[in-house]
């Protein structure tokens, strides 16, 4: 009886993790081959104004129209604001903003897009891309008294573009690579990939096989075991 109760188990608890794999993909969107750089396809895709940001909810992924928001990103800490500015080709800064209206203070000049706090320290991510060239880091942050310094910890020699924490590792979506960092070492999952120039803007991880990349007009679907990616074109009206 036991080993009926225990196989029991094991069935619903098989049935729970097939369930947990299942991601709904929204109707609006097809999977088709991924449209090669440079082709007629990919530069549709390039001109499109349907660009799309993913998000897990709760276990569900969401697709939803980018907006193009102010390209800026904040941190609040003790006694003022972090601040990053990207202004694409005309560079941006990495600033303090301090409570008391003093004046902000530059901590390093370059295309700032994401500033978070990672195993109670803070971190950001700058990148830049123009003309064919790309670069970008992962810096650190530390502060002594009100000086501000910082030490680049991964040099991507890409642009970073979508951001997320996964299983206490990032996840790095940039213009031409994907990248996992751990421990800060970064780990090239794929390159060249097909979404050079349409521009990721958001990444959402339900598993290692369920990695959502949205972009310019359509979403990809990244499998960290297997490398493969699916790419899912934007039909709807």
């Known amino acids: 009886m036991k080993y009926l109760f225990a196989a029991s188990i094991a069935c619903i608890l098989g049935l729970v993790s097939c369930r947990e794999q299942v991601i709904v993909i929204p109707p609006a969107f097809i999977e088709t081959a991924a449209p090669v750089p440079m082709s007629e396809q990919w530069q549709q895709a390039n001109q499109s104004s349907k660009e799309f940001r993913v ?57 700032t897009r994401f500033i978070f706090r990672y195993k109670n320290k803070v971190y950001f991510i700058q990148g830049y891309s123009h003309m064919g060239y790309y670069s970008g880091g992962l810096f650190e942050l530390s502060r002594q008294d009100t000086t501000f310094n910082c030490k680049m910890l991964v040099d991507f020699r890409d642009s970073p573009e979508a951001f997320t924490v996964y299983k206490d590792q990032l996840l790095i979506a940039a213009n031409r690579n994907f990248f996992i960092v751990r421990d800060f070492k970064k780990e090239l999952i794929c390159t060249d990939v097909f979404w050079q120039s349409l521009y990721p803007n958001s990444i959402a991880a339900f598993n290692d096989s369920n990695i959502f990349i949205g972009m310019r007009s359509g979403i990809a679907k990244l499998n960290l075991s297997n490398k493969k990616l699916t790419y899912y074109k934007w039909v709807g009206n």
């Open 55 to 111: 998000r897990n909810i709760d276990g569900t992924l969401a697709v939803d129209p980018d907006t193009g928001s102010d390209p800026r990103c904040t941190l609040n800490i003790e006694d003022g604001t972090l601040l990053g500015v990207d202004h694409g080709e005309f560079g941006g800064a990495f600033m303090f903003l301090p409570k008391n209206a003093g004046s902000k203070q530059i901590i390093k000049q370059g295309n």
